[in-house]
C-alpha cells in the first residue's frame, strides 16, 4: 500500500527523488540512462530494461548520428490512435520500432514501471509512458516516466486527457537547453506533465547546458 500512496503523492509534486520504492535519486537514474547496456533496433532506436527490487526500468537512449537528427527534425505531427494524440512524427515513428519490441515486456509486467530517456530517448519515454498508460490502465498508479533533456512531443494544446494521462511524466530541463526547447512552441508543440527547471540562467550556452555531464552537475546540485 505503501507504494501506491507514493504514487499517489506523485501527481501533485515533483521532488529531487524520484517517487518509487526504492527513492532513488533522478541523478543516479540519469546516470543508470546514461550507461545502460542497450539493445540496438532498426531505425537507430537504442532501448534497455531491467527489473530490480519488483520495479521495471526501461531505458531509451540518447541520439547517435546523423540518422537520429534526421528523426528528430522530422517536425509534422501525426496521429497515434493507440492513445489518442496528436505526436511529434519522427519521434512517434521511431516509438513504434520501439513498441514492437517492448510489447510482450510491457505486457507481463508486475508492479512498477519506471521510463526514462535522455534527449531522443526523453521523447520515446513520454510516448512509452502514455502507450503503458493506456494498455496496462492497472499499473497507472504505478507508473512513473522521466525525459532528460526531452523535447516537445505533443501537438495541440495542453487538456485534461493529456494532463491526465502524462500526469506522472517529467520533463527535467537544464535551463536553457536547446534541446528542450524544440520544436518550437510556434509550431504546435508542447511538453507534457511536470517541468522540472534545474540550473541557473547564464551558466551554460544552449548547446552545452544539453550535455549529459551538465545535466549531471545541476542534478547534482539541486539535489543538495
Do not use: H, K, M, Q
Given at each position: 500500500m505503501s507504494r501506491f500512496f507514493d504514487a499517489l503523492l506523485n501527481l501533485f509534486h515533483c521532488s529531487a527523488y524520484y517517487e518509487s520504492g526504492d527513492d532513488m535519486k533522478l541523478s543516479e537514474l540519469?546516470?543508470?540512462?546514461?550507461?545502460?547496456s542497450y539493445t540496438h533496433l532498426d531505425g537507430g532506436i537504442d532501448v534497455a530494461h531491467t527489473k530490480e527490487n519488483g520495479i521495471l526500468y526501461i531505458y531509451f537512449e540518447d541520439s547517435d548520428g546523423i540518422g537520429d537528427w534526421r528523426i528528430n527534425l522530422?517536425?509534422?505531427a501525426e496521429f497515434y490512435p493507440a492513445v489518442g494524440v496528436y505526436a511529434h512524427r519522427g519521434f512517434l515513428r521511431s516509438w513504434k520500432i520501439a513498441e514492437e519490441y517492448?510489447?510482450?515486456?510491457i505486457s507481463s509486467a508486475?508492479?512498477?514501471i519506471v521510463c526514462t530517456g535522455y534527449s531522443h530517448?526523453?521523447?520515446?519515454?513520454l510516448l512509452c509512458h502514455g502507450y503503458i498508460y493506456q494498455k496496462r490502465p492497472e499499473l497507472r498508479a504505478f507508473l512513473h516516466s522521466y525525459g532528460?533533456?526531452?523535447p516537445r512531443v505533443l501537438w495541440g494544446k495542453k487538456n485534461e486527457k493529456t494532463e491526465k494521462i502524462w500526469g506522472n511524466f517529467t520533463v527535467i530541463r537544464n535551463i536553457n537547453d536547446a534541446v528542450t526547447h524544440l520544436p518550437p512552441k510556434s509550431f504546435g508543440y508542447f511538453h507534457a506533465g511536470t517541468l522540472l527547471e534545474i540550473g541557473k540562467s547564464g551558466t551554460y550556452s544552449a548547446i552545452e547546458a544539453h550535455k549529459s555531464e551538465n545535466i549531471?552537475?545541476?542534478?547534482e546540485k539541486y539535489e543538495k
Open positions: 540519469f546516470s543508470r540512462c546514461l550507461n545502460a522530422d517536425f509534422p517492448l510489447a510482450g515486456i508486475r508492479g512498477e530517448g526523453g521523447a520515446l519515454a532528460f533533456g526531452c549531471v552537475a545541476e542534478l
